[in-house]
């Protein structure tokens, strides 16, 4: 098939798949203006040093030791989101109001572009409580590491604070419009190809030519009462039908 005749098909839907897409970014902008909570993102970031005994001084920087650390990190992000060190949150800080499990799905752990900096993350429907849960993550984290690990090596490198003011980081309407817009068009599209190729009827010249393989001369026009009405006066024919530099028709 052709690039010209994928076009036909998608202009002969062309206002179904408009409508689709206004259909859809409408409603994915209402819903997400009016419908969905906004989220607020608050960080704490904790700084690994290098693997050492806490009463050693290394005199200068080891380029092994800062690579081990930063594998290191890998296995404390691991640990960081495990339900053990979630009960312990909420056991240590109660007034955050929050069960273990649902700290699991605020929290998300990242390291910053493979340095030795860990940011932990907490969104909620409040900056204030999403700072204060990251704050609290991040300092018994801290407190938790010598323990698990039999190594000091985790420092509170900044706290979130819940006094500042920040925007919601969610929902984006314009991104969820933006993606929604995409994929309308698509579905759309695609709705367009199936129709057309469930439809096995003839409608068009172009279609004629497409399946007889034969180019059109010309074409009659669907004749009514009405137009012998109208035309009863005149004794000549109008050129206006079909391809008109091929046929002429005369009374």
Request: aromatic fraction near 6%; charge should be negative; proline fraction near 4%.
């Amino acid at each position: 098939m052709e690039l010209k005749q994928y076009w036909i098909i998608v202009k002969r839907r062309l206002l179904m798949i408009a409508l689709i897409i206004s259909v859809s970014c409408l409603t994915i902008g209402i819903y997400s203006s009016y419908f969905i909570k906004p989220q607020y993102e608050a960080s704490a970031k904790l700084i690994v040093n290098q693997y050492k005994d806490s009463s050693s001084l290394i005199p200068s920087i080891d380029v092994g030791s800062i690579n081990s650390t930063i594998g290191l990190i890998k296995t404390y992000k691991e640990i960081l989101r495990t339900p053990r060190m979630m009960k312990r949150v909420v056991k240590q800080y109660p007034d955050l109001g929050v069960t273990y499990g649902e700290l699991i799905g605020k929290v998300s752990v990242s390291s910053v572009n493979e340095t030795q900096v860990m940011s932990i993350s907490v969104r909620d429907d409040s900056y204030e409580q999403a700072a204060k849960i990251a704050n609290a993550i991040a300092i018994v984290f801290q407190k938790s590491v010598p323990e698990l690990m039999k190594v000091d090596n985790v420092s509170v490198l900044d706290q979130a604070d819940p006094h500042e003011q920040h925007g919601p980081v969610a929902p984006n309407p314009k991104m969820n419009i933006a993606v929604t817009f995409m994929m309308a068009l698509m579905v759309g599209v695609g709705i367009s190809f199936l129709l057309d190729y469930l439809d096995d009827t003839v409608k068009t010249e172009e279609d004629i030519e497409a399946l007889l393989e034969v180019p059109v001369l010309t074409s009659i026009p669907k004749f009514e009462e009405r137009d012998a009405t109208e035309h009863s006066g005149n004794a000549t024919l109008k050129t206006n039908a079909g391809r008109e530099q091929n046929v002429s028709f005369d009374s």
